[in-house]
């Protein structure tokens, strides 16, 4: 014990009895009014109970000043020792001013941009009385399957660790003890993003390569950024449940790493290695979750239940206790719950704080740099902004809650600004919406499945009819937002509905198409690639969407976005990444059909890793080094001209790619190793120039130590992870 901090913590817990160190390992749901009256029977009531005797150390889902002011008097006032709650939410692109997705953020590449949208997350949520939340989700995600890749940064580790940090610092800010910041929470401790078949709670089974290179790196760096939690995941990993992995959360984690803030599981996942056959009862689940270093069990009521007399009957030691509450109560320290348990709670900034002028200016600058121009084939975009004829169609178009996205359960339903809000604005052309056909059958809640219009095609021939008459079509299609998050699976991975028949239907009438897509993960659109000139990724991108796509669409935001995940032509290229290693067969030697390949498609992707347009161009040229032979300790420098031959001002993600030729352990043929955003004006050139250590050219071993390993490499340079330069370099 070396800080004040510290020392409080170890008297506070000297004064402890076994059950309220139980207490603070426990998290409930607040799902009741706490400013009402006393819930009556059932798990509430007891609930209740356990609050009064001290036997709760966090609750989730309690929300509003108001509210949170009521239950911490309660833990304050009413307990023995009057520890407070720290109240937990998932705050996972904004409060109730959203964000785009996490995903689509990712799809910024700006990482000023992400951390000052968490902490315009933060400021709102705390305001609401929360302090802590449980994001950032640094999962990687390779599978489009998967519904929760809307809540990440998508198929990089590199990209993805950088996000991380910029998020983790963004909720927490420079002081934890502010009084407009939260504890972030880095999740899922690990591997959830590789879950077989990206089918939800699935379960997991991957090499130690992977694991160390491609898993863990997004979540050693926010553990580096000070994040002050982490949460574990449903999955297994090597035949144990994560909740269950002292391999992960003790030796990893807590020990190599270092990390001195707390785990807490995911929702009721201790109790579920029951269901995995990896623990025979409640009993026996408390006991491999603690002893693995699970700290805090999340609505599972296992701990409560279990856990003091398993320390008792001398099972626990009561040491591993004493470990996980110290870890709970410092973190409440930092918030400075101790000094001010009601800080969070004050209703007046509540008021002022929530929906503010500056958090809906800073969601829509967000808004827009996430914005992804996939094609723009005989420069149809930007539009003009006067004289045409525009035709609007989709229901997604017009609807002001799909926008929201996902994970947005503090936020309200009908307040995203619409697409065909945003366009209305320019008034300089004539705008005629049709909505056509319906994507969901009825209104869609975070907690059911979208049912969704796969037959009624009601409203197509109004849509044609309105293309006929048009000098430029924009379609808005896509998901409905919740076909994405947790629980999201999907199979086929094209416009769900009948929104492909509307769009061959206007196709076949007026091709002068601008398709805006509205989803939360990549999606097959081969078709609509083969067919329609203009494609934008307008993903979900939360309360400003219809000021940011109608912005990008008239050119008064020229977009610079690039994907964050690959984009497969079809469903059967899924997991499809860009980092994918050569194999011993990558090319036809012999003309047979003997190598790695689809008989039936190409097994290049649709879009790649870091693509993304702009309406200028770019080009680059004299691509150099500062030597073709390097020391293990000195630093590759590297430099390439980026020149825009366009007409207009432009931003650039210039991407930096090397390849470790050969390897005691197989390497990808491309990985992404430094990037940066530049501004150019037309005819301008700059000089990107970038510097690359030892610890960029090495790579995690199967003990996960890592390694630097002399050899010949190559380095890429361009706009994509399809790079267009390339140069060798040696490494003694």
């Avoid at 309660?74 to 109730?96: M, N, Q, S």
């Avoid at 805006?516 to 979900?540: F, K, M, Y």
Wanted: charged share 25%; net charge negative.
């Amino acid at each position: 014990m070396n800080t004040e901090i510290d020392k409080k913590v170890d008297s506070l817990l000297k004064l402890m009895t076994i059950e309220e160190k139980v207490g603070q390992m426990n998290q409930y749901n607040g799902f009741w009014d706490v400013t009402g009256p006393a819930p009556e029977g059932g798990s509430a009531e007891k609930k209740y109970e356990h609050l009064r005797n001290g036997w709760v150390g966090s609750m989730l889902t309690v929300r509003g000043a108001k509210e949170v002011r009521a239950v911490q008097k309660i833990a304050v006032e009413e307990t023995r020792l009057g520890i407070p709650l720290i109240i937990g939410f998932d705050v996972i692109h904004g409060y109730k001013t959203l964000s785009p997705i996490p995903l689509a953020e990712a799809a910024s590449w700006d990482l000023k941009a992400i951390e000052k949208s968490a902490s315009v997350a933060a400021a709102e949520a705390s305001a609401s009385g929360i302090n802590w939340t449980f994001g950032p989700m640094v999962d990687i995600g390779r599978d489009a399957r998967w519904g929760r890749v809307m809540e990440g940064a998508g198929e990089d580790p590199f990209l993805g660790s950088l996000i991380a940090q910029a998020r983790v610092k963004g909720f927490q800010g420079d002081d934890l003890s502010a009084v407009n910041t939260i504890a972030a929470c880095a999740k899922h401790f690990a591997a959830y993003g590789f879950a077989e078949a990206g089918k939800e709670y699935n379960t997991v089974d991957i090499g130690t390569s992977t694991l160390h290179n491609i898993v863990l790196p997004p979540f050693k760096a926010a553990a580096e950024a000070g994040v002050r939690t982490f949460m574990n995941s449903f999955n297994e990993l090597n035949g144990v449940p994560v909740t269950g992995s002292s391999y992960l959360q003790r030796d990893i984690l807590k020990g190599e790493w270092g990390f001195n803030g707390f785990v807490v599981s995911d929702w009721a996942s201790i109790n579920e290695m029951i269901s995995w056959g990896h623990a025979k009862d409640k009993r026996e689940a408390a006991k491999i979750a603690a002893i693995a270093g699970s700290d805090m069990d999340m609505e599972g009521n296992v701990y409560v239940e279990e856990l003091a007399q398993l320390v008792k009957d001398g099972v626990v030691e009561e040491a591993i206790l004493d470990d996980a509450v110290s870890r709970i109560l410092k973190v409440k320290f930092e918030l400075g719950l101790f000094d001010d348990p009601y800080k969070y709670c004050d209703e007046t900034r509540e008021k002022e704080v929530i929906g503010s002028k500056k958090h809906r200016e800073a969601v829509l600058d967000m808004a827009k740099k996430s914005i992804v121009l996939l094609k723009n084939k005989n420069n149809l975009l930007p539009l003009k902004k006067e004289g045409q004829k525009i035709a609007l169609i989709g229901a997604l178009a017009s609807d002001k809650s799909s926008p929201l996205g996902s994970w947005r359960i503090a936020s309200d339903d009908e307040t995203a600004v619409s697409v065909l809000e945003g366009m209305q604005k320019y008034t300089g052309n004539s705008l005629n919406y049709v909505k056509g056909p319906d994507v969901a059958l009825e209104t869609t809640t975070f907690l059911h499945e979208v049912k969704l219009n796969t037959t009624d095609t009601s409203g197509l021939e109004e849509a044609i009819n309105a293309a006929k008459s048009s000098d430029v079509v924009v379609m808005v299609l896509g998901e409905y937002g919740f076909q994405t998050g947790e629980g999201r699976s999907r199979t086929n991975l094209q416009l769900p509905g009948v929104q492909q028949e509307l769009l061959e239907a206007v196709y076949k009438v007026n091709p002068n198409i601008v398709l805006v897509l509205n989803n939360g993960r990549p999606l097959a659109i081969s078709w609509a690639d083969e067919h329609i000139p203009a494609i934008v990724e307008a993903w979900q991108l939360g309360t400003e969407t219809g000021n940011a796509v109608a912005e990008v669409l008239y050119g008064d935001y020229n977009p610079s976005g690039k994907l964050p995940m690959t984009f497969p032509r079809n469903v059967g290229q899924v997991p499809i990444y860009y980092n994918y290693k050569n194999t011993g067969r990558p090319v036809d030697k012999d003309d047979n059909v003997f190598w790695s390949h689809y008989v039936d498609v190409d097994k290049t992707p649709l879009y790649p890793f870091g693509h993304g347009l702009s309406y200028t161009s770019f080009e680059y040229s004299d691509l150099k080094l500062n030597a073709s032979t390097f020391s293990v300790n000195d630093d590759v420098q590297v430099s390439v001209t980026v020149t825009n031959t366009g007409k207009v001002e432009g931003k650039e993600v210039v991407q930096l790619y090397i390849r470790d030729l050969v390897g005691s352990i197989t390497r990808p043929v491309k990985e992404l190793k430094a990037f940066e955003m530049v501004t150019l004006q037309p005819g301008v050139s700059k000089t990107v120039n970038f510097v690359l250590n030892k610890e960029a050219l090495g790579f995690y071993n199967n003990d996960g130590k890592y390694v630097i390993e002399p050899g010949d490499f190559k380095v890429f340079l361009g706009g994509s992870s399809d790079t267009v330069l390339e140069a060798d370099f040696t490494l003694e």
